[in-house]
């Protein structure tokens, strides 16, 4: 099978505190996950679970502590960022904060073109430019010499997409794409991701906290919680019949937009974020409905369960077989 | 039917400003009618920048220049009597926050005071409001709140950033209600929170409105938190109420198509055929489209809707829709 990118035993550690009082927190701890061509991969999760720091790594802005992300069959090497930035590009939460609001925002077209020697005229570049637009439904002329504030947030991020195609990139990283994106527009990203993919064939790394659009627009899914990737497959084995218990609460936190179909019952939620990470043994066991003694002392082993990977100490008997 | 509690009569409010000797006006609340009943769950909705947010500062009577009230009247019902509130003095406006009116912001870190522990905030809130408290008191009575609201009573002696996000905004839910107001007012109140810790707020939020039985306005464009909470949705475009209705008739069976198109383009589990969003941008407030302010983005536009804005039409007792495709030839001005 032919993977497009891989990430092997990925470790990042912070230090938080004086020389004093020093405290380890493993903000990622030892993930592994591959992206296929052509296919949506999405990393999910609630804030402080480490799936942006995750994607920072891959992008090369942080270093990991420990383990190796292979792009193309190539190893990430340090201080070579250009051949690493043309196949994987990114976008965004903030499409506001993504462009300087005294900047044209075709200024950052012409950069990005500028950096990679993608054209050699003004007349090429503007052709290039056009043709990315075109793709999110946008044409150069709707942009030339405007101010990010003369756009909506969707179109904005529709800009930042096509400015991201402009190196025909094979890997998209969307940090939280549409969390700041109106409902209303927020349809119109998640489907143009959808078109990239089986368009052009662009794989897409799209970490989310929005369950539902995830499930909308992703092939597979990983849920990470405290830093761990707890259950792993395609969106049908992992949202409809989520078997973690993490998974099952994060699937039914969700509100759904039907009045049949609300809340029941009382939830727990953590008090710091902190008493998590330096748990011993799973990270869940404190919020658990189901825990058992082991889950306070061991860490619990990633076992395959109806082709998921799930890591949960009720599946251990899913180890042997 | 239970009484009316707040209620706004063709309310308009404009930002009206000065750009360079030349006068521009945003009408971010344009003819506005609500009438809030007391023990209810009401739920406005809509994309942002569509006057959510200046609608509620007009309820809470928190207006500040350049917003002014055009036209119309926001009113109060207090003991067995409707006042309007710009005959009130800011000193009643002020003694009427938090014992009757309450507001829940968006971000609770700037509602904090990030250098005073959450015990001194109370304070601060408890002292401008009730007289001749003692600090042990105070202290008291703030723990008691708490505990009452199912929180740690620890967390008063915490600062802000010690605690996470989702329990710093239960905590400014707990400020907000300490006084048990008979309006609690929502401005997106778990729109920046993680879905578990959401649920966790707008339980919360279900449980003091269940205690006090008063009335929560609840504002966020997450339609599945409306779903969820709301007993009514009002749903807002451009400044304007275009259909108001019950959750499950809102939800069952919307009649406007920029609610048909909010619905409609939720993605659900177990469903992928393909969502569509609006077509088009909101408009802008400063420079709104003539005639119904949807009719450049609506797909069943047609010639009388580029002219006049429908007024609303009755599709049955708890269910109203301003648009021309809406029963026909039966509109009247704002029913």
New interface residues.
């Given amino acids: 099978m032919e993977k497009l990118l891989e990430v092997e035993d990925l470790t990042k550690t912070f230090t938080l505190g004086s020389v004093l009082s020093r405290v380890k927190i493993t903000a990622v701890d030892d993930i592994s996950f591959y992206i296929k061509p052509a296919e949506i991969f999405a990393l999910a999760g609630e804030s402080g679970c480490g799936k942006t720091t995750t994607a920072r790594i891959i992008m090369g802005f942080d270093h990991a502590s420990a383990g190796t992300i292979i792009h193309g069959g190539k190893k990430e090497a340090k201080n070579e960022k250009v051949w690493f930035t043309e196949g994987i590009q990114a976008i965004f939460q903030d499409p506001f904060g993504t462009f300087n609001p005294l900047r044209e925002v075709e200024r950052y077209f012409f950069e990005t073109i500028q950096n990679y020697k993608l054209a050699k005229s003004k007349q090429e570049a503007i052709a290039r430019i056009d043709a990315k637009l075109r793709l999110v439904g946008l044409t150069y002329e709707d942009l030339a010499g405007k101010y990010p504030s003369e756009f909506s947030g969707g179109q904005l991020q529709r800009i930042s997409i096509a400015r991201a195609l402009l190196t025909d990139p094979k890997l998209i990283i969307a940090d939280e794409p549409v969390s700041m994106v109106d409902a209303s527009l927020r349809m119109s990203i998640v489907n143009l991701f959808k078109k990239l993919r089986d368009e052009l064939g662009v794989s897409v790394l799209y970490i989310t906290h929005d369950l539902a659009t995830a499930y909308y627009v992703c092939d597979r899914i990983a849920i990470m919680f405290r830093g761990d990737i707890v259950e792993m497959g395609t969106v049908e084995q992992v949202l409809m019949t989520p078997k973690h218990p993490y998974t099952q609460l994060l699937r039914a936190s969700i509100p759904e937009a039907d009045t049949s179909r609300r809340w029941q019952g009382e939830i727990k939620l953590s008090d710091t974020e902190t008493d998590e990470y330096l748990r011993q043994g799973c990270r869940f066991a404190g919020r658990c409905p189901l825990v058992m003694d082991v889950c306070r002392t061991t860490t619990p082993p990633d076992v395959i369960v109806e082709g998921a990977h799930v890591s949960c100490h009720l599946y251990a008997d899913y180890a042997n077989s | 039917m239970e009484e009316i509690i707040l209620k706004t009569e063709g309310l308009k409010a404009f930002y009206v400003l000065d750009v360079y000797g030349k006068q521009k006006t945003v009408k971010a609340v344009n003819d506005v009618d609500l009438a809030i009943r007391e023990n209810e769950i009401y739920g406005i909705a809509g ?2 920048g569509c006057g959510k947010t200046t609608l509620l500062k007009t309820l809470a009577a928190a207006m500040e220049p350049p917003l002014r009230i055009v036209d119309g009247r926001v009113c109060y019902h207090i003991a067995g009597a409707d006042v309007d509130v710009s005959t009130l003095s800011q000193e009643e406006i002020r003694r009427l926050r938090l014992e009757y009116i309450a507001y829940v912001p968006q971000g609770s870190m700037s509602v904090l005071n990030p250098v005073a522990r959450i015990k001194d905030t109370y304070r601060d809130f408890i002292e401008s409001h009730i007289s001749t408290q003692q600090r042990d008191e105070a202290f008291l009575l703030a723990k008691e709140h708490i505990v009452e609201l199912g929180l ?1 009573p620890k967390i008063l002696d915490a600062y802000p950033h ?6 710093r905004q239960r905590v400014t839910i707990a400020l907000a209600t300490l006084l048990k107001p008979r309006i609690i007012i929502g401005d997106e109140p778990t729109t920046a929170l ?7 707020v ?2 919360l939020l279900k449980d003091v409105q269940r205690k006090l039985q008063n009335t929560i306005i609840l504002v966020t ?5 409306h ?2 909470i709301a007993d009514r949705i009002g749903i807002m475009y451009a400044g304007k109420i275009v259909e108001e209705g019950s ?2 008739k809102i ?2 069976d919307p009649e406007h198509p920029y609610t048909q ?3 409609n ?6 469903d ?1 055929t ?5 077509p088009g ?2 408009p802008s407030l400063a420079n709104l489209p003539p005639g119904c302010p949807f009719h450049p983005r609506c797909p069943h536009v047609k010639e009388i809707c580029k002219q006049e804005m429908p007024g609303f039409t009755q599709v049955e007792s708890n269910h109203k829709v301003a648009c021309w495709l809406v029963g026909e030839g039966e509109h009247g001005k704002a029913a």
């Fill in positions: 994309e942002s740690p010690q605690l996470s996000g989702g329990m993680d879905v578990v810790v959401q649920r966790g707008v339980q464009h997450d339609m599945g938190v779903a969820n959750t499950d939800f069952g198109y909010l619905i383009s939720l993605p659900k589990f177990g992928k393909p969502r569509e969003s609006v941008s909101p």
